[in-house]
């Protein structure tokens, strides 16, 4: 017999991280991602064999692994970890393929990331975030046992751009260094006061990286410039100026360099492209030109063993797509694949390695070759065997702006003569696309499990349905997504087994915008949780990190060009015609949506009667719902619930704000009333 989801399930999945193919060996590599106890999370490296589909752990389960790497000749595995650390700060290692003690290879100050094998298997490049005090000690070279690092008191910023995700630079930058494998000599490849990205070996002693230097203030500019370095003379030249906000290179042994390009000055609205910069011939080849796609960020562009082809992704229609175009652009690119949500991916010789997840699991490895797709891992198959897992129902909604994709998620045990309350989900972005799958697919089963039918959408707006599609939202996020959302809600509301008085509504990031957006439009939803919005969008350019460029972008304005058009376009104008009761979820460190727009909305609605309560969650950024503490990741969902029952006429549960905080909670659950309840308890 099966059991329902409950959001405390969270602790029981596990997902793939990145992965890597090695053709020679036919083998991937993969990091196997799960809940490790209420505050972290256990990341370890497998390794699954292409033949026969044998998988095996290949590190052992200490610290965070990331970024596994085969050598280029495949004896040797290089990631990223936290073993034996008391910090978070991320170091190289390295071990055999065929197994034994894997090596720890640097011990440096601001941590490792963005690995490149070097051609010839000698050398690791490498970035790190390095403050000049750290180069003037070389701590960034080697940092000493005893070193602990203080923070700034106070904090004086000199930058557009200071902090991001959940932290700040202070002063520190991103700088690029190469690593004898052998030697663990740490060569400096950069040191200038911007920031450098995506390292990348072009033939063995030519290095690419980005350098963001470009324009008077770096922090405010869409450009960079793509740098070569040799390794030999440790010279570096300018080759190319590129533009965009996702940095990535993939380098031909010919000095081809593959790289996403975005038109600068709006690049929030436009198109993210591939092009292909030719060094030899000082030519650039725009290779999607004619693909009406925005490139996906979630996995690189890769070039094909062969190196005559790039492979790339593009979110499409509801799903991910796979191609390959020549690098010379003589051909439209070609879709080699297409499903679920694609979070990582890496181009052999005859096969592709994917990690991706479907309606009926939450994330796995596959293998591409031949046109057929094969699984390799199973990792959450013990545990999808106990519970309901429902397949949601694709439907297309006709708005008045024309046709938007959308879905449907029962309860289980569904009875079409019975009804059902209704769970209205909005995505964040805004150019961003959902699927059936990806990081939602816990959240939605979870909702369906508790009774509701969730219905959630693509907008306009949504990014992997052409340009014109997304940038229909152009000066004008919430009366375009709004149209686009409430077509949906009546068509799915319409239905003999929805309750058309009982609608709920929920939505993080730009969805929380468009939450808030839309209780101050309308008295249609019984409930609402608004998670980590922007509120007032002049705030919101104020306070936030790069994404104010959303604002120059999106709007084609800035806050003292029109005052008065933002403050009509950001849900606290509105928010004083609230009557519907609204939870408000934010991260104390979230610095991509601060939470001083989220404190606005909130007392606007305190001071106008309102049901409402604010949850701030410490320690936590922006990407809470996806890779926040597991006791933080699955309270939301607990509260998201809590608070909808409470308003329900299907569910028992007073409203939250009549119960004690840890009522409906697990973590205010022993374990006896945890299995009693069978996780269908009264939550928030």
Not at 235 to 252: K, M, Q
Not at 617 to 639: C, K, N, T
Request: aromatic share 10%; hydrophobic share 30%; charged share 30%.
């Amino acid at each position: 017999m099966t059991s329902r989801i409950r959001a405390a399930d969270y602790h029981e999945l596990a997902k793939p991280g990145s992965v890597d193919l090695h053709d020679e060996e036919e083998r991937v590599a993969f990091t196997r991602v799960q809940p490790e106890d209420d505050e972290q999370y256990e990341s370890t490296v497998y390794v699954a064999d292409l033949d026969d589909g044998d998988t095996r752990r290949f590190t052992l389960a200490e610290g965070r692994d990331a970024e596994p790497r085969w050598s280029p000749s495949g004896d040797r595995l290089a990631f990223t970890s936290t073993r034996g650390a008391d910090d978070d700060r991320q170091q190289l290692w390295v071990l055999p393929s065929d197994g034994g003690e894997a090596r720890q290879v640097t011990e440096v100050v601001g941590g490792v990331s963005s690995i490149a094998w070097s051609p010839d298997g000698t050398r690791i490049a490498f970035c790190q975030r390095v403050h000049e005090d750290d180069r003037a000690a070389e701590r960034d070279i080697s940092v000493p046992d005893e070193y602990d690092p203080e923070e700034p008191d106070p904090r004086v910023i000199d930058r557009t751009v200071y902090r991001s995700a959940e932290r700040y630079f202070d002063g520190a930058y991103t700088q690029v260094y190469t690593v004898e494998i052998e030697t663990g000599d740490v060569t400096r490849v950069t040191e200038e006061p911007h920031e450098h990205a995506a390292p990348a070996w072009g033939d063995g002693t030519t290095l690419y990286f980005t350098a963001e230097k470009v324009g008077v203030d770096p922090d405010d500019s869409d450009e960079y410039d793509i740098v070569a370095y040799d390794t030999d003379t440790e010279e570096t030249t300018d080759v190319y100026r590129g533009a965009g906000w996702g940095a990535a290179l993939a380098v031909t042994t010919d000095h081809r360099i593959a790289h996403l390009y975005t038109e600068p000055g709006r690049a929030s609205i436009e198109q993210t492209e591939l092009h292909v910069y030719d060094r030899e011939t000082a030519t650039c080849h725009e290779v999607t030109a004619d693909l009406d796609r925005t490139l996906g960020y979630e996995a690189a562009p890769q070039w094909g063993p062969d190196e005559e082809r790039v492979y790339f992704t593009t979110p499409d229609e509801g799903a991910t797509s796979l191609w390959s175009a020549p690098g010379d652009a003589s051909e439209e690119p070609e879709r080699e694949y297409r499903g679920g949500a694609v979070s990582a991916a890496s181009v052999g010789e005859d096969a592709v390695a994917l990690a991706r997840s479907e309606w009926d699991h939450p994330g796995d490895v596959f293998v591409v070759a031949d046109g057929e797709e094969r699984r390799l891992t199973e990792m959450n198959e013990a545990y999808l065997e106990t519970v309901d897992v429902q397949e949601p129902e694709s439907i297309t909604i006709t708005s008045e702006q024309g046709e938007v994709d959308g879905w449907v998620l029962t309860p289980p045990a569904f009875d079409e003569t019975e009804t059902y309350p209704l769970a209205v989900e909005i995505h964040g972005g805004p150019h961003a696309m959902w699927t059936t799958s990806g990081t939602m697919w816990h959240e939605f089963q979870t909702l369906a499990a508790r009774g509701y039918v969730v219905f959630w959408s693509n907008p306009r707006g949504s990014t992997g349905y052409g340009e014109a599609y997304s940038q229909a939202i152009e000066r004008n996020w919430g009366e375009v997504t709004a149209t686009d959302v409430m077509a949906g809600v009546e068509a799915v509301a319409e239905r003999s087994y929805v309750d058309e008085s009982s609608v709920f509504l929920t939505g993080g990031s730009f969805g929380g915008y468009m939450t808030s957006w839309l209780v101050g439009q309308t008295d249609r939803f019984t409930a609402a949780v608004s998670q980590r919005g922007v509120y007032d969008l002049t705030g919101f350019y104020g306070s936030t990190d790069g994404a104010y460029k959303l604002v120059e972008g999106d709007y084609d304005t800035t806050p003292w060009e029109e005052p008065a058009f933002l403050w009509e376009q950001s849900p606290v104008a509105h928010a004083d015609a609230v009557d519907t009761p609204t939870l408000v979820v934010h991260s104390d460190d979230d610095y991509r949506t601060p939470a001083n727009t989220a404190e606005l909305f909130h007392r606007i609605l305190r001071k106008h009667g309102v049901d409402t309560r604010l949850v701030r969650y410490p320690r936590e950024g922006h990407e809470l719902s996806r890779s926040g503490e597991p006791a933080h990741v699955v309270d939301r969902i607990e509260r998201i619930v809590r608070w909808f029952d409470g308003y329900s006429p299907y569910h028992d549960g007073e409203r939250a704000l009549d119960r004690p905080d840890e009522d409906g909670l697990s973590a205010g659950e022993d374990e006896e009333e945890g299995e009693e309840d069978d996780g269908q308890g009264e939550g928030e």
